[in-house]
């Protein structure tokens, strides 16, 4: 089976527009960007995928120690790019989907033109000077929940890092999407991605990137964004206004708004 098909790509736009490829984050689907990628239809070719497990991937094709690593993920983005046969890529990577585009980035830098991360964090985990928002024993808590309570989690989760307590509809539709995830399968992902630790990488990425810093980010605070402009060897760091984690749903308009500003559109 092709890669396209084992991760459900979807193209819109000029095909022979730029390619912009972009990546969803933990528990989340293609469909989350809804309201990005129209913005940039009549300027790029717009490639959208699921990560394996996760929407309309092939779940057959699901490889437990090929995904103990993000570089699984990586090398996915990979092999999709190779075999749409795409180049001078903007690649928009939101949360854990910003370090898996990083690195792509450093894989296969011919590839790749530019990086849109959206809420990146390279560590979760405190360490020493380093502040990643979340203690070892927060990060123990969180994942022996999920791992024990799924739907629970979900639902007590999804609006804590949604934010915006006054839009309930859209911490609604993320745990919803949280809950069409298989738990097993999103248990290791969660793992896999909140124990991760790039930021040996960061000064790897000769790609240049904007970094787009939400506001009282539960997941990725500010220090995180801060840590992760001033380490990658050529980026801008733009503070949105917008509140929690996913400003892809809860402030699209700024988000595009940033992105076309970076992109000169």
Not at 97 to 102: C, L, P
Request: proline share 6%.
């Amino acid at each position: 089976m092709s890669a396209c098909a084992r991760h459900n790509v979807v193209t819109h736009g000029r095909l022979e527009g730029r390619p912009m490829v972009l990546a969803h984050g933990f528990g989340c689907d293609q469909h989350m960007w809804r309201h990005v990628w129209p913005a940039f239809a009549d300027t790029h070719r717009i490639v959208l995928f699921d990560h394996m497990g996760y929407g309309g991937s092939d779940l057959s094709a699901y490889d437990p120690q090929r995904y103990d690593s993000l570089r699984g993920y990586a090398d996915d983005v990979l092999a999709i790019l190779e075999e749409l046969d795409l180049r001078d890529v903007v690649f928009v990577g939101h949360s854990v989907s910003a370090m898996i585009g990083a690195l792509a980035a450093i894989e296969a830098p011919d590839r790749f033109g530019r990086l849109v991360l959206i809420g990146p964090s390279p560590r979760y985990i405190d360490d020493d000077d380093y502040v990643g928002g979340f203690t070892r024993e927060d990060i123990d808590g969180l994942l022996a929940s999920l791992e024990s309570n799924y739907l629970g989690w979900s639902g007590t989760m999804a609006p804590v890092i949604m934010g915006n307590p006054d839009r309930p509809e859209l911490g609604e539709e993320l745990t919803n999407s949280f809950c069409r995830t298989d738990p097993e399968i999103a248990a290791r992902f969660a793992r896999t991605t909140f124990l991760s630790d790039n930021r040996a990488d960061l000064a790897r990425v000769t790609t240049p990137a904007l970094v787009l810093q939400c506001s009282q980010d539960v997941i990725a605070p500010d220090t995180v964004g801060r840590y992760v402009h001033e380490h990658l060897p050529e980026s801008e760091l733009v503070q949105l206004t917008a509140t929690g984690h996913c400003p892809n749903l809860s402030a699209p308009e700024e988000t595009v708004g940033a992105m076309r500003s970076y992109l000169g559109l």
